[in-house]
């Protein structure tokens, strides 16, 4: 079985010529990005050449490194090299906040940090790793610091011809952190057969075609570009503010390079598609929108359908770092009988499991479950928590025994993966989404699921979102739906209750909530903007009920 490295260098034996990467170095007179490409060719010479600079100072098979580096050619050769040195990259957003990455490093205990000069300035001013790190390198200059300059590594692996070690496909390929939106983020081990087994599940999902370029807003994406022998663009963005892209570049992008696949969560694709109605563009060239990271509103895909090619496609994937993808939806699908499901209570739907996966619904637990023997799995319509099993599956967090031990079932022999999140299959063997299992609010009133909720009051037309909340502790939670309005002036709060309480009482899922409290602007993820911070809500809602 092949590794992504591998998948890179057939790929530049095949069409050395084929642009693996536009990337922006400039601006032009209108603001605009200048790119510069690197062809496959280029870009695998550079992955050998890095991997050869890496072993030479030390950094090879085992080695843990932590990345910080921009997106661009420097964080895709240099993962890459990694790879091909049989290192193992650490990657961390570096958007979170500063206590958990100073946690997240000490637990990944990186020997190596690969960064830019700001990374390298934060790392010793709040001593990032400092027990670990023996090795710096710099994407730039190493300043007072020290250290290996980047491209003097890679200028002293050209020199060499050192055989690169064998990378085999159970060997650790990289610790990825999750986004930590439900807590202090975790490292999730990847091995090289999980990547290789994401590549093909992908080519299944979306039928990537070689050469075809794709926008990618959300960095982690672009390693898989080019083992799937696609063109990554790098757009001009802020990539820890997707929701302050700026649509004027992001289409300047595509109608440059003619784009026709683009990623962006949900919160960016707001923001770009609400641009494109407003200023009445098309681009003739994208066939294809992925979006993920938080569930889809279907009021915006169909905004999204709007200024979207009429051949066009918009796909809403369903998974988590630990697992990716699990199911897919087709947005013309959403947008049908299931839009109104929604509308009535019935969750979020994500669509047809892939073929190498098998999800279960079992009962809502949190403790953990050693062994599949020990699950109640629930029938067909029943709301439990989702279970993953496939070829992609992790099997365990870094450092983090107690962690894998509660997300982790032992199912013969392989691993099966609790997402988390709860949701039920449906008669038609699609996969509904009702929230997070941490989100559920159980109170004396019964058990009720966030996705289920909301999406009763996100109908109003003054409510932009909604946030079902817990208060207290269970089984004696008082459920709180938190409500962030579109204009907040246009009315007094209280002139809205009515209507709320209203839409409650008319679906069974809502019927009895009373309490209804508006804020100013719901926290949200780093990663992709979209995720409410409801842990964040529920503490501020507590304090307004004792205020």
């Known amino acids: 079985m092949p590794t992504l490295a591998d998948l890179l260098a057939q790929r530049a034996q095949l069409t050395p010529d084929t642009i693996a990467m536009q990337y922006p170095v400039d601006r032009d007179a209108h603001d605009l990005p200048v790119y510069e490409s690197l062809s496959y060719a280029a870009l695998d010479a550079r992955v050998t050449d890095l991997a050869r600079g890496f072993l030479a100072i030390g950094i090879g098979p085992g080695s843990k490194v932590a990345v910080m580096l921009r997106p661009g050619p420097d964080l895709t050769a240099t993962i890459f090299a990694l790879f091909r040195a049989a290192a193992v990259p650490v ?50 200059s190493t300043w007072f610091w020290g250290g290996h300059a980047l491209d003097e590594v890679a200028a002293s692996g050209h020199l060499r011809d050192t055989p690169l070690p064998e ?17 202090v983020p975790k490292g999730v081990e990847f091995r090289h057969r999980m990547f290789t087994a994401q590549i093909e599940l992908l080519r299944e999902a979306f039928d990537f075609a070689p050469g075809e370029s794709i926008l990618q807003t959300f960095p982690p994406f672009s390693l898989f570009d080019p083992a799937l022998g696609t063109t990554t663009v790098v757009p001009d963005m802020d990539p820890t503010r997707p929701a302050r892209a700026d649509p004027r570049k992001l289409l300047a992008a595509i109608e440059a390079f003619g784009i026709r696949s683009m990623f962006g969560s949900p919160a960016l694709l ?39 090619p009429a051949d066009a496609r918009i796909h809403t994937p369903y998974g988590a770092t630990e697992a990716l993808p699990v199911a897919i939806i087709e947005g013309r699908e959403l947008l049908g009988p299931v839009r109104r499901q929604t509308a009535q209570g019935a969750g979020i739907c994500v669509g047809h499991v892939l073929s190498a996966n098998t999800v279960r619904i079992i009962a809502i637990s949190d403790a953990p479950i050693r062994d599949w023997s020990e699950v109640r799995e629930l ?21 983090r025994d107690s962690a894998t031990v509660v997300a982790k079932i032992r199912d013969g022999d392989r691993i099966v993966h609790r997402m988390g999140d709860v949701g039920y299959l449906d008669a038609h063997g699609r996969l509904w989404y009702c929230g997070r299992k941490s989100h559920r609010v159980e109170g004396r009133d019964g058990l009720r699921f966030t996705e289920c909720v909301e999406q009763i009051f996100n109908q109003h037309p003054e409510v932009l979102r909604s946030a079902l909340v817990g208060v207290g502790e269970r089984p004696n939670q008082q459920a709180v739906v938190c409500i962030e309005r579109r204009q907040p002036d246009s009315r007094p709060f209280a002139e809205l209750l009515p209507d709320l309480k209203a839409l409650a009482e008319a679906h069974p899922v809502t019927s009895g909530l009373t309490q209804f409290l508006e804020h100013p602007g719901f926290p949200v993820d780093i990663r992709h903007n979209s995720k409410i911070g409801r842990e964040q809500l529920a503490v501020w809602a507590a304090a307004q009920r004792q205020a």
């Open 91 to 140: 990657l961390i957003d570096p958007g979170i906040d500063k206590r958990a990455l100073r946690q997240c490093l000490a637990e990944a205990a990186p020997v190596a940090f690969i960064g830019i000069p700001l990374a390298q300035l934060a790392r010793l001013l709040l001593g990032w790793a400092r027990g670990s790190i023996r090795t710096v390198v710099t994407a730039g």
């Open 167 to 183: 990378v085999g496909t159970d060997d650790l390929a990289a610790i990825i952190f999750t986004s930590g939106s439900t807590g």
């Open 270 to 308: 707001r923001t770009f598609s609400a641009w494109m109605l407003r200023e009445g563009r098309s681009p003739g060239t994208l066939a294809r929108v992925l979006s993920a990271g938080a569930p889809v509103p279907p009021e915006l895909v169909a905004e999204a359908y709007q200024w979207l």
């Open 379 to 399: 029938p067909a319509g029943e709301i439990g928590e989702i279970t993953v099993a496939g070829p992609s599956v992790t099997e365990a967090y870094h450092a």
